[in-house]
């Protein structure tokens, strides 16, 4: 039943990426496999073109799923533009909440706040725009998790922030049941290669 409802939610993703793309007028997205261009949320998905812009089809609602309320662009089953600043990648991990690199290797995050998750140093709306993650952290990779934001730098340093529920920010520092709303150093001095955020977890491996 499991591996069902996995094919089934593959097949899902997939006819959603078809239905956006075999448009003639459809933008025209870019293929590179050393970057992260396409992204999923629950009930959305967003890809970037050649230039970096973000267009996104599927659920807007109160999570603010395109970086703009309902009231601003309607959910869409074609691609819709986003206004999201330029993107060179999007982040791993599957939440309500989105995050991406420019190509300045700065970390913009939008969608699902209250938590610090979007890591402005503010908990955030229930829905947000795009905002820069604090730090001035040139970024390497981003990683989304249920209510958490993990990353790491271009120096191999790892972060992450919003809510410490079960341990998954890392740092001892931060109290279960607390939050961060800005990036933290992850405890151990390690030198990461990748680090991936979860549902109440998050792992890495180092160098």
């Known amino acids: 039943m499991v591996e069902t409802k996995v094919w089934r939610a593959m097949m899902s993703v997939a006819a959603l990426t078809a239905l956006a793309c075999d448009d003639v007028t459809a933008p025209k997205f870019a293929v590179d496999n050393s970057t992260r261009r396409l992204t999923t949320g629950e009930a959305v998905a967003c890809a970037l073109d050649?230039?970096?812009?973000?267009?996104?089809?599927?659920?807007?609602?109160?999570?603010?799923?395109?970086?703009?309320?309902?009231?601003?662009?309607?959910?869409?089953?074609?691609?819709?533009?986003?206004?999201?600043?330029?993107?060179?990648?999007?982040?791993?991990?599957?939440?309500?909440?989105?995050?991406?690199?420019?190509?300045?290797?700065?970390?913009?995050?939008?969608?699902?706040?209250t938590y610090g998750q979007l890591g402005g140093g503010v908990d955030g709306n229930v829905g947000n725009p795009p905002a820069t993650v604090m730090g001035n952290i040139r970024w390497a990779d981003l990683s989304v998790g249920r209510l958490t934001t993990c990353g790491r730098s271009d120096t191999g340093v790892g972060y992450c922030w919003g809510y410490n529920q079960s341990g998954e920010v890392g740092v001892a520092s931060v109290p279960?049941?607390?939050?961060?709303?800005s990036p933290v150093p992850v405890d151990g001095g390690f030198a990461f290669k990748s680090i991936i955020a979860a549902w109440l977890h998050a792992c890495g491996i180092t160098t």
């Open 50 to 113: 050649s230039a970096g812009a973000t267009y996104c089809w599927g659920l807007n609602g109160i999570w603010w799923e395109y970086g703009a309320p309902v009231s601003s662009i309607i959910g869409s089953g074609r691609p819709a533009v986003a206004p999201i600043p330029k993107l060179a990648s999007f982040a791993t991990g599957v939440g309500p909440h989105f995050c991406g690199i420019t190509t300045d290797k700065a970390a913009v995050c939008w969608g699902r706040g």
């Open 176 to 181: 279960l049941l607390t939050r961060s709303t």
